[in-house]
């Protein structure tokens, strides 16, 4: 079984500075993909951004860029510039690309709140 | 393109009350997914759909929680009867058969069991 972990629950950051949210995650698994979603008060659950796990190079895009450390199973995103509106709950998510019934199953982290201060 | 929809936003019910949530994908995804999301945690998947099939819905409580995919297009979940821990807004999302690893969400309808 697949299980994600977020392991800071609240975070906060000035408006235009740099913010780093970290997961980890555990899987047996060798190729899958790992995604950032943002979830703001209203609900909808964004794709902020995806990684391939068998592409080296980090994914971005625009201020959003993640770190992925594929041998310490890790995968941290980072936010620069930050904006008011990136204020929201994050969570990181990772499929197993081994086809059967877990293919496209999405397994989450627990979460973590970004505050952005004015 | 429209955005995966769902109704009611809001449903506030009764202890042992039914409820059903309705779900209509983007247009074209063939594969559906309903998640329950309590408060302060990550969505869990309750059940997926490819076309009008059931491909997983090894999490769904099946003594209280039921979906259909009828015609493979919307998709209803219905709680019978609820429970207090039902408490939870419930998400359903949708992508394509080629897709095969993004998923787009609606926005939820979040339930409240009195």
């Known amino acids: 079984a697949q299980t994600v972990t977020q392991s800071q629950p609240e975070m906060s950051v000035q408006e235009a500075e740099t913010v780093t949210l970290s997961c980890t995650y555990d899987?047996?698994?060798?190729?899958?993909?790992l995604f950032w979603y943002k979830q703001p008060p209203s609900r909808q659950m964004i794709l902020v951004i995806r990684?391939?796990?068998?592409?080296?190079q980090n994914a971005t895009e625009n201020r959003f860029s993640v770190n992925f450390q594929k041998a310490a199973k890790s995968f941290s995103l980072k936010i620069s510039d930050s904006q008011l509106g990136d204020t929201a709950m994050y969570f990181c998510?990772?499929?197993?690309?081994?086809?059967?019934?877990?293919?496209?199953?999405?397994?989450f982290g627990q979460g973590t709140i970004l505050t952005v201060h004015p | 393109e429209a955005g995966v929809a769902q109704s009611p936003r809001y449903k506030i019910i009764e202890k042992r009350q039914s409820v059903a949530f309705w779900c209509n994908p983007i247009?074209?995804?063939?594969?559906l997914y309903w998640y329950q999301q309590i408060l302060g945690q990550g969505p869990k998947l309750l059940i997926q759909?490819?076309?009008?099939?059931?491909?997983?819905d090894s999490q769904l409580p099946k003594d209280r929680f039921s979906a259909e995919r009828l015609k493979g297009v919307d998709s209803t979940l219905k709680i019978q009867p609820a429970k207090l821990e039902d408490s939870a807004v419930y998400l359903c999302?949708?992508?394509?058969?080629?897709?095969?690893?993004?998923?787009?969400f609606g926005p939820g309808t979040r339930l409240t069991v009195l």
């Open positions: 999302a949708s992508r394509t058969f080629y897709d095969t690893d993004t998923q787009y």
């Open positions: 899987t047996s698994e060798s190729n899958y993909y």
């Open positions: 990684q391939e796990a068998y592409k080296q």
């Open positions: 998510a990772f499929i197993p690309n081994a086809g059967g019934t877990s293919y496209g199953k999405l397994t």
């Open positions: 247009s074209g995804h063939a594969t």
């Open positions: 759909f490819q076309n009008n099939g059931v491909v997983d």
